[in-house]
């Protein structure tokens, strides 16, 4: 056998052309589906994960995949937002701790996650660099955020317009990064935290005042008189929570009134859950959803999708299978002489198909260890590749 | 070293037939076939190296009946004791001309390949002026250059009988004389018998016998 | 010499054998007991002193409690730095005082679930203040008393609910602990209504005596105990200026006032020159910040015996 792997050996080297083309065809119809298997468990995985670790949560009547979405893997469709008001409610049932979610801005293709504190002892995410937000206007960003736009603590992120032809709309923030969180493989590694109360000053409900009167920059000043300084569209370019502007920071109205997106809400127990979803059955302006029942609704389709692309897959693998049969045969058909030789020297037919059967062994050895190969490459990636491409 | 007696050979749907009363090549001869196309040359050689069976007769080589032995006896005998010469050398494009020579040792379980055999191979090569080219494959080297090769690869085993099918068809004049003298130098000193179909009517001086096929066993259709 | 020094080292390794390795477990011993004792004790921060004070009153040996504002800063406009606010941070329970108390709060992130408004009970209570007036003195800068009054505890009945709120946070953080809790709750609403009571007792005696207050700090007493009060912007330590006096003076045309209410002794130029318009200085602390002597419930003592002199007269 060995000098029938001998002989194969060197006949797939020699026509290397034809030898690569098979392998990467074999290849290609056992990595596909065996890849999207391993990728869509490693999704179902991840989306179930962190579904299944958060109870509950409470948004606008909508759509349930939209808030799911968007509160747990910080999709960039934000659905209808939802007041403060709906984090009192939840208090005050005394059935849940909430936690408010205002997940709609971005910086650098980065969500921004405008959120309490308290969200990071729920994830149980750790601070790895630098320490936690204190001020208004810092951020704490997820390790691949740092690590794809090489910010450390002390840097700064500046967001994302909400909308570039929003004429009236406000300056972005400057935020400056107070920490980096130890990496979760999760969502939150590519996410940029803020405190609720700077994500609204990015959509400018907060804001500071600068001194124009003590103003260095001349060419701001559009106007003045001895009651009023009038400014032009210069003034800022963003703006920025400083030491020496924080205290002329606030908020306008009632803070009850200010938009989230979701509230996260940890019941105390399964039947303080129960309690809570019942108080929003009839509600008209709220849903109240359990992430882990959407997402399961979500990873059906998914695997109904799943089980149509392995049927291409089957056919298509089919239709490889028979080239590469007739690849063999035709193969075969040129080395008629060949065969007929070493028949006349003395080798027998039996020799001839063990030559043969060396060489397709040589090629699906060669096919399988490059489909492990891609398929370890995938299995070890699989969580990036899910988080970037896929949640 | 070959004893043919009343033998007999057709092919199925074809009228061709193939009667041998009797023929004889002595041992360390060395004869010549020569004969038009379809008088049975080949059949012929076939039928001596076991490749196909008579329907009547009896084919002795070097002592055994081969027409009387199975099919997997018949191949065993054939690699150890014969050695082929193709008109177009049949060598095998992806192997090396070392791996060709080598390649009756490694389709046969006959045949042991060990550090002798390689030895052998080498010197082979050595006496055929293609040492050089043993790690060159076969489109890498010139027509006479490929017929050395093959050579080689028929004499390695060290057959008693070597059967040259139209050997020197595809070489010019030079190479056709100096390959012949190769072929029949080496069979000098390893005593074999050589029987070689031919159309080369200027080299059947060099054989000690000339067998015209037609006029004596070939009855065509 | 070798082997002296040898002798030496094997006695010194007998003896540290026998004598200081049971000496050692025994320290790491205590030392961990105490340090795991530490560990478990229930951490709290609050934004002024009278939360401080309420907390460790019920919490007592099982509750640590931080107010950690410097004690010359009024904590009402104090701005603490990122390392106290860190400590904030990692605190079991952070005590506010609701009201608009402490603005700072507003302007750092603090984890909500440990976030206690413990005047949010009766926020629909809450007075608003229309003037805004800014002003300066101590560390803290220009600031304004514009918005909501904030010393709610002033009112004794709303410092109870304040503690209330207290005691059923810490009950609920800790609900092994609770009985003790309520117990030092009980005892702690038993002197608060004791102050009360006594204030009430104190303001009937002369419904409707006029009084000043040289700051707007004491609505919610005024409410509560119905004082006939009107207030000024001035600075104990800060010697009102000519116009200031003026407005003094237009307000005791028609608000006949004999005393006006202190946070703190004014300097003694302005004590006599009030003396010299008839007007008396009585004491009141808010007690914002933990007091040089005593602690908040002996200086609320001090403030209604000083308001007895007051009501008496």
């Known amino acids: 056998m060995i000098d029938s792997l001998y002989i194969a050996w060197q006949y797939v080297r020699w026509n290397r052309g034809k030898t690569l083309v098979l392998i990467t065809s074999i290849t290609l119809i056992a990595f596909l589906p065996l890849a999207l298997q391993i990728v869509l468990q490693e999704s179902e995985h991840q989306l179930q994960s962190r579904a299944v670790n958060t109870p509950l949560l409470i948004g606008a009547k909508g759509s349930a995949l939209d808030l799911v979405m968007n509160s747990l893997y910080f999709d960039d469709e934000a659905p209808q937002a939802i007041n403060m008001q709906a984090v009192g409610q939840v208090e005050d049932t005394d059935l849940a701790q909430a936690i408010p979610l205002y997940v709609r801005f971005q910086s650098r293709g980065f969500p921004i996650v405008g959120t309490s504190l308290d969200y990071f002892d729920f994830r149980q995410l750790q601070i790895e660099q630098g320490r936690m937000y204190a001020f208004l206007g810092e951020t704490v960003i997820g390790a691949d955020v740092a690590e794809r736009l090489a910010v450390v603590p002390g840097g700064s992120l500046v967001s994302s317009p909400d909308n570039l032809f929003d004429i009236a709309g406000v300056y972005p923030l400057k935020m400056k990064v107070s920490g980096v969180l130890a990496r979760s493989h999760s969502p939150d590694d590519l996410a940029i935290f803020v405190d609720l109360r700077t994500a609204w000053v990015i959509q400018g409900f907060g804001h500071g005042h600068q001194d124009l009167v003590k103003s260095r920059d001349a060419t701001v000043i559009l106007n003045q008189d001895e009651k009023t300084v009038t400014a032009n569209a210069k003034l800022l370019q963003y703006t920025e929570i400083s030491e020496d502007n924080i205290d002329s920071f606030h908020f306008h109205g009632d803070e009850s009134i200010y938009p989230i997106t979701a509230v996260l809400a940890q019941p105390h127990d399964d039947k303080s859950s129960a309690l809570l979803r019942g108080r929003y059955l009839d509600d008209i302006v709220y849903q109240v959803v359990k992430p882990d029942d959407v997402i399961e609704g979500l990873m059906e389709n998914i695997f109904r999708i799943k089980n149509v692309i392995n049927a291409v897959i089957f056919i298509v693998g089919i239709a490889t299978v028979l080239t590469i049969v007739l690849v063999f045969i035709l193969s075969l058909r040129i080395r008629r002489d060949e065969m007929n030789t070493i028949f006349r020297i003395g080798c027998s037919r039996m020799t001839t198909m063990r030559l043969l059967a060396a060489e397709i062994l040589i090629i699906l050895l060669a096919s399988a260890l490059l489909c492990t190969a891609l398929l370890w490459l995938v299995k070890i990636n699989s969580g990036g590749l899910v988080r970037s491409f896929i949640l | ?221 | 010499m070798k082997s002296k020094t040898c002798c030496v080292a094997v006695q010194g390794r007998k003896m540290f054998d026998k004598f200081l390795t049971p000496c050692c477990l025994i320290v790491a011993c205590v030392l961990s007991f105490s340090t795991a004792r530490a560990d478990d004790k229930f951490e709290i921060y609050t934004v002024n002193y009278p939360l401080q004070y309420f907390a460790q009153r019920i919490g007592g040996q099982h509750v640590n409690v931080k107010f950690p504002a410097p004690a010359d800063v009024d904590p009402a406009f104090w701005m603490p730095d990122v390392k106290i606010i860190g400590d904030y941070q990692q605190a079991d329970l952070i005590l506010l005082n609701g009201a608009g108390y402490a603005k700072w709060v507003s302007k750092v992130s603090l984890p909500r679930r440990k976030l206690v408004n413990t005047s949010s009970i009766f926020k629909d209570d809450y007075i608003k203040i229309d003037s805004e007036i800014t002003h300066q003195h101590g560390p803290a800068g220009d600031h304004s008393h514009a918005g909501i009054a904030f010393t709610t505890w002033l009112d004794f009945t709303q410092a109870s609910r304040q503690a209330e709120k207290i005691a059923a946070a810490m009950k609920n953080a800790r609900p092994g602990l609770a009985e003790e809790f309520e117990q030092n709750f009980k005892q702690l609403n038993h002197d608060l209504m004791q102050l009360d009571a006594r204030m009430s007792e104190l303001s009937s005696l002369q419904p409707a005596q006029p009084l000043l207050a040289s700051h707007p700090v004491y609505q919610y007493l005024s409410r509560r105990y119905e004082l006939n009060l009107k207030s000024l912007m001035w600075e104990p330590g800060v010697y009102p200026e000519p116009a200031e006096w003026q407005v003094l003076n237009l307000i005791l045309r028609r608000h006949e006032a004999e005393w006006m209410l202190w946070e703190d002794q004014p300097i003694e130029k302005t004590q006599k020159q009030l003396s010299a318009s008839g007007v008396d200085v009585v004491v009141f602390s808010p007690c914002m910040n933990r007091p040089q002597k005593g602690d908040f419930m002996t200086v609320m003592q001090a403030n209604i015996d000083a308001l007895a002199d007051v009501f008496s007269d």
């Open chain 2, 1 to 221: 070293m070959i004893t043919i007696e009343s033998l007999k050979f057709s092919y199925a749907n074809s009228s061709f037939r193939l009667n041998v009363p009797d023929f004889t090549v002595v041992k360390g001869e060395k004869l010549a076939v020569i004969g038009p196309s379809g008088s049975g040359k080949t059949t012929m050689l076939n039928l001596i190296a076991g490749i196909i069976v008579p329907e009547n007769g009896n084919i002795n080589v070097a002592g055994t009946a081969v027409s009387q032995l199975p099919d997997a006896g018949r191949r065993d005998f054939r690699i150890s004791n014969i050695g082929f010469v193709f008109q177009n050398f049949q060598l095998l494009d992806y192997l090396s001309v070392m791996d060709n020579i080598l390649h009756p040792y490694r389709i046969s379980k006959a045949l042991d390949l060990n550090k002798t055999v390689h030895k052998r191979a080498i010197e082979l090569a050595q006496q055929m002026g293609i040492a050089d080219k043993l790690l060159c494959h076969p489109d890498q080297l010139s027509q006479g250059e490929q017929q050395r090769a093959a050579i080689c690869r028929a004499l390695l085993p060290q057959p008693k009988l070597i059967l040259a099918d139209e050997a020197t068809g595809n070489l010019d004049p030079e190479n056709k004389m100096l390959i012949l003298d190769m072929l029949f130098n080496r069979v000098d000193e390893d005593d074999s018998t050589v029987l070689a179909v031919t159309h080369d009517y200027e080299l059947l001086s060099r054989f000690d016998r000339v067998v015209d096929f037609h006029e004596f066993y070939g009855v065509g259709a």
